[in-house]
């Protein structure tokens, strides 16, 4: 097949999706050119990607980190700031990848559809917590939104069996899988002391420190069934959480006619990432690809709710609708940056979610500006718990 070349902004370029979005385009200097980048704090490797992909646009997040990164770079570079920086740069390449770290990635999944792109979705706290703005814009002619999270990627391939009708009425279920994170099996005595150390230390994937720790405490998983039924516009009622602790099956699908539709691969970010960079192309490099001549184990189990409560606080969220999504994804965001901070505990993570949605009242979500005085007020009473 002919391959058009195709613009790229890395949105969230330091990061560990960002740094395997780059090894994508490495490999493919044809096929992509990056021409936009952004960062938070990190502005040496700003820097340096900017100078490596000789990139003339750039945004960072204030204008003191304007005034350092310019001195990094060359005075032909453009530097954009803040959310209208990033919203400016998502509208202006062809596919955009939105690999930025929590709610600060909502001006680019809005802007990147809005301007009618193709939309590489790593992160999931925009759509989970702005998932009917979201839905709006998504409509715009030529937008199209591709999932880099390994499950919905994995479910993504799966349904391209379906007549994609609205619901998918073919479908039964989703079956979305999960490692179990580092405390899988462990007994509650055990998670009252869990470490920082213990929960950075993710069995089967290497990530950035929020994801790694919301795998810790299966909020991760709880985000991503919000994901999977905003995404792919399904109750979540059909969708269900397998643990499966090899990470080689990605996701699941099962029909109507009882068919299981599963797609597997090594686990390795930089496949997802390639699939939605090429798609309708595959890339070449067989990032995932699997020795089934080696021990291939593929073994699977319930996940233990007592445990891990998260789980069942997204599903809770979710059947609330409205804006208790936002609230739990922003609850979420503010206790793990406390507990990666050092001033909670393990175990205190989901307490504070739980206990910010208890004071959650329904509340619609018809507007940005709903959005975003939702999202303050949650982050505001989680900090209030946090301060007591
Ligand atoms: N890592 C994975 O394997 C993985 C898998 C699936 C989905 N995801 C999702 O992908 C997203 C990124 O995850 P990650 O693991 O790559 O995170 P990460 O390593 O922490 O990187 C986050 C990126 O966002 C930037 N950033 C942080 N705060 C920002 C702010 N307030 N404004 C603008 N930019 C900001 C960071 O800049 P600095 O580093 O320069 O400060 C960095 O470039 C998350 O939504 C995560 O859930 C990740």
């Not at 979305?176 to 920082?196: H, I």
């Not at 213990?198 to 919301?214: F, Q, V």
Request: proline letters at 5%.
């Amino acid at each position: 097949m002919p391959t058009v070349r195709r613009s790229v902004a890395l949105l969230g370029a330091t990061g560990s999706i960002g740094s395997q979005t780059l090894d994508v385009l490495r490999r493919e200097p044809e096929m992509f050119e990056l021409v936009a980048l952004s960062g938070g704090e990190q502005l040496n490797e700003l820097a340096d990607i900017t100078n490596e992909f000789h990139v003339t646009r750039v945004g960072v997040i204030s204008d003191s980190h304007r005034d350092a990164l310019a001195a990094l770079v060359d005075s032909s570079v453009e530097i954009v700031v803040g959310e209208d920086g990033l919203s400016e740069l998502a509208a202006s390449a062809d596919v955009v990848v939105n690999a930025v770290l929590g709610f600060a990635g909502l001006p680019v999944t809005l802007s990147a559809l809005r301007a009618g792109k193709r939309l590489a979705l790593a992160n999931k706290e925009s759509l989970i917590a702005a998932a009917p703005l979201v839905a709006k814009v998504r409509a715009t002619p030529g937008a199209s939104m591709l999932p880099v999270d390994s499950e919905h990627c994995a479910i993504h391939q799966c349904l391209a069996s379906s007549p994609g009708e609205p619901g998918y009425p073919d479908v039964r279920r989703l079956l979305l899988t999960a490692s179990g994170g580092p405390f899988r099996g462990w007994s509650l005595d055990q998670l009252r002391g869990a470490t920082k150390a213990d929960a950075l230390n993710h069995p089967t994937w290497s990530m950035g420190a929020k994801i790694t720790i919301d795998s810790s405490t299966l909020m991760n998983k709880g985000l991503e069934v919000l994901e999977a039924s905003a995404f792919f516009g399904i109750n979540v009622d059909r969708v269900e959480v397998v643990v499966h602790p090899q990470s080689i099956v990605h996701s699941m699908v099962e029909y109507v006619d009882g068919s299981v539709l599963a797609q597997l691969s090594r686990p390795d970010m930089r496949l997802p990432i390639a699939y939605c960079l090429g798609m309708p192309v595959r890339l070449d490099h067989g990032w995932g690809a699997i020795d089934f001549t080696k021990d291939v184990e593929l073994t699977f189990e319930a996940p233990d709710p007592k445990s891990f409560p998260a789980l069942a606080l997204a599903y809770e969220a979710s059947r609330l609708g409205g804006a208790a999504p936002a609230w739990l994804s922003a609850a979420n965001e503010v206790a793990v940056a406390a507990f990666l901070a050092d001033q909670i505990s393990w175990c205190e993570i989901i307490d504070v979610v739980a206990r910010v949605m208890d004071e959650y009242v329904a509340d619609p979500l018809d507007s940005l500006q709903d959005l975003v005085a939702n999202d303050a007020t949650a982050r505001a009473r989680a900090h209030g718990i946090l301060e007591q």
